[in-house]
């Protein structure tokens, strides 16, 4: 005669817990290491990130600033390759009709000083379509620059899909620069 085993209710629910947490805490576990890899994988970006720059806000606007080392006249090649430094992207990057002055994984970045505003966003929209990237300004925006047409240039990079970022000098660079008086 077979033998008949039977569990009792409360240990049936006991067994279910005790799986439950075993697939919930190795899913946590295998979640945790795939982001550790993830950002040990990503080129040394982050802790370059707070060597080469300061990332943060445009007071009064809510746009991604990222303060570079590079001197406030230094020619639009000298942002694009510090920009390139902080995000892990390359400069000058041949496509269809031009070269993308930074491009990543994600982002075809134009690279421009405020005053060519237009330029950047024009630029920035034909590289994405070459690229197949999403296309991004980065405005180099001096501290002799006014704010008067941002608002103007975030609700045009807003209704094109195009992301906004200003670049700015690192406060050292602003402190050690020449004074316009001699």
């Known amino acids: 005669m077979p033998t008949e085993v039977t569990v009792h209710p409360t240990a049936k629910i006991a067994f279910i817990a005790v799986l439950i947490a075993v697939v919930v805490g190795g899913g946590l576990i295998g979640l945790k290491r795939l982001i550790r890899s993830s950002r040990t994988s990503e080129p040394a970006v982050a802790s370059s990130l707070i060597a080469v720059s300061e990332v943060g806000t445009l007071s009064g606007f809510l746009l991604p600033v990222v303060r570079v080392p590079v001197r406030p006249e230094a020619h639009e090649s000298e942002w694009s390759e510090a920009l390139a430094a902080v995000l892990g992207g390359r400069t000058e990057a041949p496509t269809d009709h031009g070269r993308v002055d930074v491009l990543t994984d994600r982002f075809a970045i134009e690279v421009d000083r405020l005053t060519k505003w237009h330029e950047g966003i024009g630029q920035a929209s034909h590289y994405s379509e070459t690229t197949k990237k999403r296309p991004a300004v980065a405005l180099i925006m001096l501290p002799s620059d006014s704010f008067d047409k941002l608002e103007l240039i975030e609700a045009t ?21 020449p004074s316009n008086g001699g």
């Open 157 to 177: 990079c807003v209704s094109k899909g195009i992301k906004l970022l200003i670049l700015q000098t690192t406060k050292e660079v602003q402190q050690n620069a």
